[in-house]
């Protein structure tokens, strides 16, 4: 059983389109995280939730929001997307918001052309 | 200075040898300290964790912390070809957050 998933693997799309990318846990864990990995293998943080509610919120564009249904579900629309966002996004989750030991899904690749 | 450095290699150990990977922080706060490992193309997996002073091991690895030098490592003894990855130091610090490196590029040569 896949631990956390997302969807898509691959994202192609055009400079000005709207994309969601989506990410699932079956872990139990209460608390989930989007980060962003440039083309440096540089993982940085972006947003976590914490049985829903949102707990970090970093310098991210407001282009870029996230949605928690519940708390195995963790969404990312990004809206008017630039070249610039072309990265390998990942979601990750934890048992809760003071456990740092994070599993990561498989990530989304985002190309933007 | 970065919150998290780490010498980004490549790191080129024989195979059977000890690779030694190095990472320091800048928060003298931080209470957690992590070490992941990311193939080419796939995810961070995490291989380990410490969270006081001293050496933890687990298996071919061991962690060492150090905390006063503001120093954490990775030891991987009897390097395999199929530790050549991207280590990944980790670290938590007042910000409540997991900060990463840029990582180290080891390869284990035949």
């Known amino acids: 059983d896949t631990a956390v998933s997302q969807t898509p693997k691959y994202l192609v799309t055009q400079m000005g389109n709207d994309k969601s990318i989506k990410c699932e846990q079956n872990l139990g864990h209460d608390t989930m995280y989007w980060y962003k990995q440039d083309s440096k293998k540089f993982l940085k943080i972006m947003f976590s939730y914490n049985n829903k509610e949102l707990i970090i919120n970093e310098t991210v564009p407001n282009r870029f929001s996230p949605k928690s249904p519940d708390k195995a579900h963790l969404n990312l629309h990004i809206n008017s997307l630039e070249l610039g966002d072309s990265a390998v996004y990942f979601c990750a989750s934890s048992q809760d918001r003071q456990d740092y030991e994070q599993y990561f899904g498989p990530g989304t690749r985002l190309t933007v052309t | 200075q970065k919150e998290v450095e780490q010498n980004s290699g490549p790191l080129s150990v024989p195979e059977g040898a000890i690779a030694s990977l190095n990472c320091t922080y800048s928060?003298?706060?931080?209470?957690?300290f992590f070490w992941y490992r990311q193939y080419s193309g796939k995810s961070p997996e995490l291989i380990m964790s410490i969270y006081s002073n001293g050496d933890k091991e687990d298996g071919r690895f061991t962690a060492q912390l150090n905390k006063a030098s503001q120093y954490v490592s990775l030891l991987i003894r009897d390097s395999q070809p199929s530790d050549s990855a991207t280590y990944l130091c980790?670290?938590?610090?007042?910000?409540?957050?997991?900060?990463f490196g840029t990582g180290t590029r080891l390869q284990v040569t035949l």
């Open positions: 980790a670290v938590t610090g007042t910000a409540s957050k997991l900060t």
């Open positions: 928060d003298r706060g931080s209470q957690s």
